[in-house]
């Protein structure tokens, strides 16, 4: 009785090729052939059949499912699967569901297929035993063969160089990373001597270490490998190694020290760079505020130990918010730069100079009495006047007003009472006048006299604010009623400008701004938008996608609305929060491209606020999104058009007005989010 065999294969030339093999050594053998998975399950359903083999590489690509089908519905019936090469992680896998061997196309060849099939067929009378040992060994050689390739790609591959040796001293192999070490190819130096390849000098310091590994030892040395005239230092990290207790050879790794020495070098320049960084400030190049403090604190206890003086002065630019909202931001970020160079370039290299807050300098001169130290801030003033700050648009002159105080002609006992007196002097100065030099001391007079004087000030310039304010909330709500009239025009923008303004007041309170601030960003809001009545109708309110001339206009409305609002001068401070707000902290807003916290706070609680509103209003070229949706947008957003800080606050704001739900809490994953946001943007910026 011949045994029945199909061959599941969809090149008909392998079929012929393993069907004549079979007649010719074989004649026992009947086989059928089908060529694909479908044909293979009716095929199955017709006849009976002693054996199955499954070419692996199918053109529908289900070998290994039609195998677990044929196990499901035939178990009895043994499979072999057939491979145009081996790969042990696939035949494990096809092993596991069912098949009882994978052979490789070769053995085909070789006339082994005749024996395979025949113990396939008879496998079911193995005892269970022997079934399990033959699957143990299989998983073991497949593992030995996966170890020895892993190991075969860790030494070809580490950064390291390898060389190995037999007990003599003799190469028996170096990887990569010698070859390039070397410049030569490993077939040069393969059964060579170690020894020829080692300076002079360096010999008998090797030998005394191969003596050591022959003990079992390990060593690490430095010596000079020496080849084609080549000196190459080196530090060696020497082990034996062995089979059992015998140590048949040794491991040298090999690093070149000039690479080594080269690469430290690398590493202590960019700690250098890395500690510059930290305890300089990065628009002016002076040190920061916070080192400042550090230094302070010695030199004040130098002071006291050596009985010196110690003088400071704090240097306040005047008017320079005017000067930002007028000229910019970076022509008032490239006037910084100049006056720290200036007050540095004229300063002792043991003077400390630091950035104090946005628009002032500290210095502190050791060994320096009031004397000295006011002919230093008279020579700062000179030389400051008698600059030009200047860019391709603008020139101007810049002063500044200066407060100096001393340790010993003060009777200063901290540290901290000197930055005090400094700070006094620079108030009192800039109130008497601007671009002064005034002395702590010389604000010490008739204390009484001072404090009456003081006290009816006060008292005036408290009616004075309250009639301010008064007037400004007055004029303020004359404006929302003109801007809601305005806005009553068009369906698409009806209340917007009210709707900022309330949000934007309540997403400052809840970041814990002041209420003076707070009130600031919601006035703010108010008029936000007022450039926009210079916009023709026919851009506003266009359907369509808008060219890139209509785009230009439209970014033109923060500066217009500036414009509008420039003659009403208690306005003053909202005009940033107006001209700033379509800035992205990733730089690509609009109107001067400004990027992070160079951004005023207000303009970026603006820019999220105004967003909000405007994806959850209609607009003439789109309908509302969903809240949800418009959620979705701002996190998405968040870090590079939108500040997080501020979109994580505006969803509290919405939670707690009942808005939404409190989504912070019932999606763990949207809060870890926006929080390694508010992470990265705090490391950023």
Not at 41 to 50: E, H, N, P, V
Not at 531 to 550: H, T, V, W
Request: net charge neutral; hydrophobic share 40%; charged share 30%.
């Amino acid at each position: 009785m011949k045994i029945k065999v199909l061959y599941i294969e969809d090149n008909y030339a392998d079929f012929l090729m393993l069907k004549r093999i079979l007649e010719v050594k074989g004649r026992y053998f009947t086989l059928e052939n089908v060529g694909s998975s479908e044909e293979a399950l009716t095929f199955l359903k017709r006849k009976s059949l002693d054996c199955i083999l499954i070419d692996r590489d199918l053109q529908d690509g289900g070998s290994l499912e039609l195998l677990k089908k044929i196990k499901c519905d035939y178990q009895e019936i043994p499979v072999i699967i057939l491979s145009n090469y081996e790969e042990e992680k696939v035949a494990f896998s096809y092993l596991q569901n069912g098949a009882v061997g994978f052979i490789s196309k070769d053995e085909i060849l070789n006339g082994q297929i005749l024996n395979k099939v025949v113990d396939c067929i008879f496998i079911k009378e193995k005892p269970q035993e022997v079934l399990l040992k033959e699957r143990e060994d299989l998983d073991r050689v497949l593992f030995e063969r996966g170890t020895a390739r892993i190991y075969q790609a860790l030494l070809k591959n580490m950064n390291e160089g390898l060389i190995v040796l037999d007990n003599k001293g003799r190469i028996i192999f170096v990887n990569k990373e010698i070859e390039k070490l070397l410049g030569c190819s490993k077939n040069e130096i393969i059964d060579k001597e170690i020894f020829g390849m080692i300076d002079k000098k360096d010999l008998d310091l090797l030998k005394k270490k191969l003596n050591k590994i022959q003990k079992g030892e390990k060593c690490f040395y430095e010596i000079n490998l020496s080849y084609q005239k080549k000196k190459i230092p080196v530090s060696i990290n020497h082990a034996p190694f062995q089979e059992g207790e015998v140590i048949k050879g040794s491991l040298c790794l090999i690093n070149d020290l000039f690479k080594i020495r080269k690469y430290a070098q690398k590493s202590k320049k960019k700690e250098e760079e890395l500690i510059k960084k930290s305890i300089t400030d990065s628009l002016t190049g002076v040190l920061s505020y916070t080192q400042f403090l550090y230094l302070l604190k010695i030199e004040f206890e130098k002071t006291k130990r050596y009985f010196t003086d110690l003088s400071c002065l704090i240097i306040d630019i005047d008017n320079f918010k005017r000067i930002n909202e007028e000229y910019g931001f970076k022509f008032g970020d490239k006037a910084l730069r100049e006056i720290a160079e200036m007050i540095t370039r004229n300063c002792r290299k043991s003077d400390v100079i630091a950035r104090f807050g946005g628009e002032k300098f500290i210095a502190l001169l050791s060994n320096t009495n009031y004397q000295n130290s006011l002919i230093v801030a008279e020579k700062l003033r000179k030389i400051i006047d008698n600059h030009h700050f200047t860019d391709k648009d603008y020139l101007i002159k810049i002063t500044f007003t200066i407060g100096v105080s001393s340790v010993i002609e003060d009777g200063v006992k901290t540290a901290d009472a000197l930055i005090e007196n400094a700070q006094k002097a620079v108030t009192v100065a800039k109130k008497e006048e601007k671009g002064k030099i005034l002395s702590f001391k010389d604000i010490i007079v008739t204390h009484s006299e001072l404090d009456l004087k003081e006290s009816k000030v006060t008292n005036l310039q408290e009616k004075i604010l309250d009639i301010t304010q008064t007037t400004k909330e007055s004029y303020v709500e004359s404006l929302r009623s003109l801007i809601m009239a305005l806005e009553a025009r068009d369906l698409y923008t009806k209340e917007h400008s009210v709707n900022v303004s309330k949000y934007s007041y309540l997403v400052a309170k809840e970041m814990e701004l002041s209420e003076d601030q707070a009130r600031l960003i919601k006035t703010a809001g108010l008029v936000h938008d007022l450039g926009k009545i210079g916009i023709s109708d026919a851009i506003l309110l266009k359907k369509g996608p808008l060219s890139d001339e209509e785009r230009k206009a439209i970014q033109m409305h923060p500066i217009y609305g500036v414009n509008i609002i420039h003659p009403i001068h208690f306005l003053a401070e909202e005009r940033p929060i107006v001209l700033y707000h379509h800035e992205r902290i990733d730089g690509k807003g609009y109107p001067e491209g400004l990027r992070g916290k160079r951004i005023p706070i207000g303009a970026r609680i603006m820019n999220v606020v105004d967003s909000f509103d405007a994806m959850s209003s209609p607009r003439p070229y789109r309908d509302p999104l969903k809240v949800n949706e418009a959620i979705k947008e701002l996190i998405n957003c968040a870090g590079s058009q939108f500040d997080p800080e501020v979109v994580y606050n505006l969803l509290k704001v919405l939670i707690n007005e009942r808005l939404i739900p409190d989504i912070l809490k019932e999606d763990r994953r949207l809060y870890e989010d926006i929080m390694l946001k508010c992470h990265e943007y705090h490391l950023k910026y």
